[in-house]
């Protein structure tokens, strides 16, 4: 607790210590707050234009777009990975989209604070739009025969997932440069999205050489 108010502090965050019964009194009994609660101004989703703001001079970024997460748990849990594995944002569509709740919120473990979420009103034009940007776009879909390999691209480039019950949408699907299946031995035929994201995007960082030369240069530091 002493590191916790220390680092507030530090940060210029105003810390009021409370009596136990005056703590517990004021959130739900269902609320698990561990002794300690922020008050804060939560970050929404960014409109549409945002979009070319936020990519602007990045080099070769990985962005992750969702087509149909409708589940508040695994949109942040896909948000807590793309944060981990250096995601630039995460794109989802206007409609047919979990809300960035509370739930969603508190699953990210804090992600959702950190990277940009970006609605958009038609995501097979946003998707064309990153194409005609030079952006590589690459959907996951269960009965791909191509290797993940063969889809990973060094420039920029989009992963599209699609929900758990349909898969991606037809007009997203169409739009993909390729389609990719994670290789899967044991006799299970699917992951859990937020699954599957983590292990998508664990991938093709690594492939990129993305995770290398962020060893590197905390090794230098």
Not at 4 to 12: E, F, H, R, Y
Not at 36 to 48: F, G, Q
Not at 172 to 177: K, N, P
């Amino acid at each position: 607790m002493k590191d916790v108010v220390m680092t507030a502090k530090s940060q210029g965050v105003r810390v009021v210590e409370v009596a136990a019964r005056d703590f517990d009194e004021a959130v739900s009994a269902e609320t698990n707050h561990q002794g300690v609660i922020a008050l804060t101004k939560p970050r929404d989703m960014e409109p549409e234009n945002a979009l070319p703001i936020l990519l602007d001079g990045l080099d070769d970024p990985l962005i992750l777009v969702l087509d149909g997460v409708t589940d508040p748990h695994n949109f942040g849990a896909c948000l807590r990975s793309a944060e981990a594995f250096g995601a630039a944002c995460v794109v989802v569509p206007k409609d047919h989209s979990a809300p960035l709740n509370q739930v969603a919120r508190k699953t990210s473990s804090g992600a959702s604070e950190l990277i940009p979420v970006v609605k958009v009103t038609n995501l097979a034009r946003c998707l064309r739009t990153l194409q005609n940007d030079g952006f590589w776009v690459v959907g996951a879909a269960g009965e791909s025969t191509v290797g993940l390999d063969a889809a990973v691209h060094q420039g920029p480039m989009a992963l599209v997932m699609g929900s758990e019950g349909g898969g991606l949408r037809r007009l997203t699907r169409e739009v993909c440069d390729a389609l990719v299946a994670i290789p899967m031995p044991g006799q299970i035929e699917s992951l859990n999205v937020s699954v599957a994201t983590g292990v998508l995007l664990y991938d093709f960082q690594h492939r990129r050489g993305v995770l290398e030369a962020s060893r590197a240069y905390e090794e230098r530091v």
